[in-house]
């Protein structure tokens, strides 16, 4: 267990929904990262929080959105659905958002169905 | 071409074989190297991480890293059943750039038989 949790861990819900994920990181981390796996890409880097600011982007379609609450939990939400957006939704915390390297620890992720 | 390419399999050996997991990658700007095992329905979990070239040993796991040839590996020394699952590299760029994106592997799947 990494002690960074995600709910709910399955959803099924139908083209043009709009979902909410939810993650807490570890206690005492401060940086969120939310990243989304699928057979054919992999494991794909989205966005990242620190303390509550976005401090990255990566691949995130502008129909989905992200924040980071004062109590350090996060949030992604994801609108106008679209089949290809079923995928394993992974998010991760660590220490810091620093520079230098800080491990990520992995929630056990929500695994999206778009019907 | 994907920054990282990995090898999807997947790869059976039996138990007791030495396995040999690689990545390639095109970013020279990558400078910590990570292996993570994800089992099935599970996140991924860190097992090794390399700074720059050289190598690492962690018990029976070995990380190897090439930067002139752009081409990292994992070995497993004595593989068990419980090794099987899928290895993912990734790879993040040196502290200049001041974030935590990893870029990750597509993944290998490994299976090892009793």
């Known amino acids: ?3 960074v949790t995600q709910t709910p861990k399955h959803l099924i819900t139908a083209t043009g929904q709009r979902v909410t994920l939810r993650c807490s990181p570890r206690s005492g981390d401060l940086s969120v990262y ?11 880097f989205l966005i990242q929080y620190y303390n509550g600011e976005e401090r990255a982007k990566g691949n995130i379609l502008e129909r989905f959105s992200a ?8 949030e992604l939400n994801l609108s106008s659905l679209e089949l290809g957006d079923s995928a394993l939704y ?12 800080n491990e990520q620890f992995f929630g056990p992720g929500t695994r999206l169905t778009v019907l | 071409q994907k920054e990282v390419e990995q090898d999807p399999g997947p790869l059976s050996v039996p138990e007791g074989a030495i396995v ?9 700007a990558f400078q910590y190297f990570m292996w993570y095992r994800q089992y099935s329905r599970k996140g991924p979990e860190l097992l090794m991480y ?4 050289g190598n690492k040993e962690d018990g029976r796991f070995t990380a190897q890293v090439d930067k002139s ?3 990292i590996s994992l070995f497993i020394r004595d593989s068990q059943p419980s090794d099987s699952a899928t290895y993912l590299c990734a790879m993040k760029e040196s502290e200049n750039t001041g974030f935590q994106k990893l870029v990750f592997g597509t993944g290998t799947r490994l299976l090892v038989s009793p």
């Open chain 1, 1 to 3: 267990d990494s002690g």
């Open chain 1, 34 to 44: 939310w990243y989304q796996q699928s057979l054919d890409q992999g494991l794909q």
């Open chain 2, 69 to 71: 040839s752009k081409y």
């Open chain 2, 20 to 28: 040999s997991l690689n990545c390639t990658y095109s970013n020279s």
């Open chain 2, 50 to 53: 390399t700074y720059s070239s």
């Open chain 1, 90 to 101: 992974f998010c991760a915390s660590s220490i810091s958002g620093g520079a230098s390297y």
């Open chain 1, 67 to 74: 924040q980071q609450f004062p109590d350090l939990h996060s």
